[in-house]
T-cell receptor
Framework: GENVGLHLPTLSVQEGDNSIINCAYS??????FIWYKQESGKGPQFIID?????DKRQGQRVTVLLNKTVKHLSLQIAATQPGDSAVYFC??????????????FGQGTILTVHP | GAGVSQSPSNKVTEKGKDVELRCDPI?????LYWYRQRLGQGLEFLIY????????KSGLPSDRFSAERTGESVSTLTIQRTQQEDSAVYLC????????????FGDGTRLSIL
């Protein structure tokens, strides 16, 4: 079936550096993409989303880039802080059909920020 | 405001027993989702409720799994005759109407089958 996966399972950075977390997806019908942050013992926390009619979206210290040509999604975190240490998941959902509304998650990237 | 609430936060039970997990979505959210997360892995979709429509049960792994939702409020996920492979964190999420909007998650129920 269709799936969403991550290139790098772990990422270690120094405090203050910028972080880039990558995600590949295979469903060409994917229409809506979300990045979540999950801390130990907690549920996923929404970070930022992007629709397929956009290439880039910015939030506070975070930027999501979408390249539909190569089916690639990335999350950029500026000035990474120790509190950013967590597992980051990308997720996608198609625009309609029987899969409408269901999120398909990648396996996650562990981000560790060293002081 | 209150987020998605799940109970219990932890559940330990013996193989073969039935368990019931509860989810209280954010008030006003018509869409409700259940996911399963095994240790160190991503989330697997289980079931999706949207308003009064028939639920999408396509992710339920076996007929031992079932879920109900009362109107646009509380949902319960029931696992009958639990097996050790059912051990996981069960996460519930809700969104305003399920249409291209982020899902907001509870902190899950950690289920351990002995």
């Amino acid at each position: 079936g269709e799936n969403v996966g991550l290139h790098l399972p772990t990422l270690s950075v120094q405090e203050g550096d910028n972080s880039i977390i990558n995600c590949a997806y295979s469903n060409s019908a994917s229409d809506y993409f979300i990045w979540y942050k999950q801390e130990s013992g907690k549920g996923p926390q929404f970070i930022i989303d992007i629709r397929s009619n956009m290439d880039k979206r910015q939030g506070q210290r975070v930027t999501v880039l979408l390249n539909k040509t190569v089916k690639h999604l990335s999350l950029q975190i500026a000035a990474t802080q120790p509190g950013d240490s967590a597992v980051y998941f990308c997720a996608e959902t198609p625009a309609g059909g029987t899969s409408y509304g269901k999120l398909t998650f990648g396996q996650g990237t562990i981000l560790t920020v060293h002081p | 405001g209150a987020g998605v609430s799940q109970s219990p936060s932890n559940k330990v039970t013996e193989k073969g027993k039935d368990v019931e997990l509860r989810c209280d979505p954010i008030s006003g959210h018509t869409a409700l989702y259940w996911y399963r997360q095994r240790l160190g892995q991503g989330l697997e979709f289980l079931i999706y409720f949207q308003g009064n429509s028939a639920p999408d049960k396509s992710g339920l792994p076996s007929d031992r799994f079932s879920a109900e939702r009362t109107g646009e409020s509380v949902s319960t996920l029931t696992i009958q005759r639990t097996q050790q492979e059912d051990s996981a964190v069960y996460l519930c999420a809700s969104s305003p109407d399920g249409i291209n909007q982020p899902q907001h998650f509870g902190d899950g129920t950690r289920l351990s089958i002995l």
